[in-house]
């Protein structure tokens, strides 16, 4: 399966500040997915990302608040605009990638998360 | 829009009990996924059935996809302390290239 290195792994930010998060994966994939994951909820996709054009978002959330970057195939960032207390909660990445075995089938595969608190 | 359900919220088990997990999507799937989330963990993969009435074995996992390809079920067999984590069923959006999951179920072990 891929390997995603997400970071930063957790922050604490001011209201009213932004926070970039980055993703990078360890090969060339078509899609890239922002989730966000609040406190014993769900998955909630915030965003998925191509390379070339502009991210698709979903009911809730938008450009403005959360901008995406897709430069090349391997690497996304994810900001987090102006940010308010709302905001604290656990921001994933994740591709898509087939069982290098085939055995277990096509899966997301997530990074680790950003575990953001906002004050 | 599409949903899909998952029961449990929530089971607190003694250790060496079994646990099962249910999903339930308003429409038709073609395939179902689940993923295992360890307290502070990210979300992992565990399978994906693609079949009708396919049945996925794991060691103590047992996975099933029912037949009209709308439900499907994760048993565990002799829970140990190593299963606790969130359990979460996902399908395929019926638009877009994305996953609806489901709530989740928590899995608590006693030992």
């Known amino acids: 399966s891929a390997v995603i290195s997400q970071k930063p792994s957790r922050d604490i930010c001011q209201r009213g500040t932004s926070l970039t998060i980055q993703c990078q994966v360890d090969?060339?994939?078509?899609?890239m997915f922002w989730y966000r994951q609040q406190p014993g909820q769900s998955l909630t996709l915030i965003a998925t990302a191509n390379q070339g054009s502009e991210a698709t978002y979903e009911s809730g959330f938008v450009i403005d608040k959360f901008p995406i970057s897709r430069p090349n195939l391997t690497f996304s960032t994810l900001t987090v605009s102006n940010m308010s207390p709302e905001d604290s909660s656990i921001y994933l990445c994740s591709v898509v990638r087939r069982d290098r075995e085939s055995k277990l089938g096509y899966g997301y595969t997530f990074g680790s998360g950003t575990r953001l608190t906002v004050v | 829009g599409q949903q899909v359900m998952q029961i449990p919220q929530y089971q607190h088990v003694q250790e060496g009990e079994d646990f099962t997990t249910y999903c339930n999507s308003s429409t038709t799937l073609s395939n179902i996924q689940w993923y295992k989330q360890r307290p502070g963990g990210h979300p992992v993969f565990l399978i994906q059935?693609?079949?009708?009435?396919e049945v996925k074995k794991q060691k103590r996992l047992t996975f099933q996809f029912g037949e009209a390809k709308k439900n499907s079920s994760l048993h565990i067999t002799a829970t140990q302390t190593t299963d606790v984590g969130t359990y979460f069923c996902a399908g395929p959006a019926e638009y877009g290239n994305k996953l609806v999951f489901g709530a989740g179920t928590i899995l608590r072990v006693k030992s």
């Open positions: 059935l693609v079949k009708s009435g």
């Open positions: 090969s060339q994939v078509t899609m």
